[in-house]
């Protein structure tokens, strides 16, 4: 199930609130995740446990995350049907998926461990 929600949400934290901080997230996405106001959160659950997220802030995706290919696959296909998106510098982690969803990677980057869609 995909659910949209903020930091404002009284489940906020109950989903989100161990990923803040996480060495795993962070070891895993080179990125760190923080719950800034104005962030819209795209979250992937399955029993009740986020699987996959993904936070929007004014049109440009900010933070993303999986345990599996295929939730983050169902969040980016959800978010591109809804959300009118700029360009984004993401994690080079998932980049395959990026793909897969149709965006497109700008070439010639000098980013080490990201790369930015449109």
């Known amino acids: 199930m995909v659910i949209k929600i903020n ?14 901080g996480s060495r795993l997230v962070e070891k895993q996405t080179n990125d760190r995740i923080y719950d800034d ?8 659950l399955e029993s009740n446990n986020v ?8 049109n440009v995706i900010k933070n993303i995350y999986s345990y599996k290919e295929k939730y983050l696959e169902t969040l980016l ?6 959300e009118n998106l700029s360009d984004s ?5 998932y980049i395959d998926i990026y793909q897969k ?5 700008y070439e010639n980057q000098t980013y080490k461990n990201f790369v930015t869609v449109y």
């Open 101 to 105: 969803c149709g965006f497109k990677i």
């Open 51 to 58: 699987m996959a997220f993904v936070s929007i802030q004014n």
């Open 77 to 82: 296909n959800t978010i591109r049907k809804q």
């Open 89 to 93: 510098v993401l994690t080079k982690r």
């Open 7 to 20: 930091n404002k949400d009284e489940r906020f934290y109950q989903y989100m609130g161990k990923f803040f």
């Open 37 to 44: 106001d104005k962030k819209e959160w795209y979250l992937y």
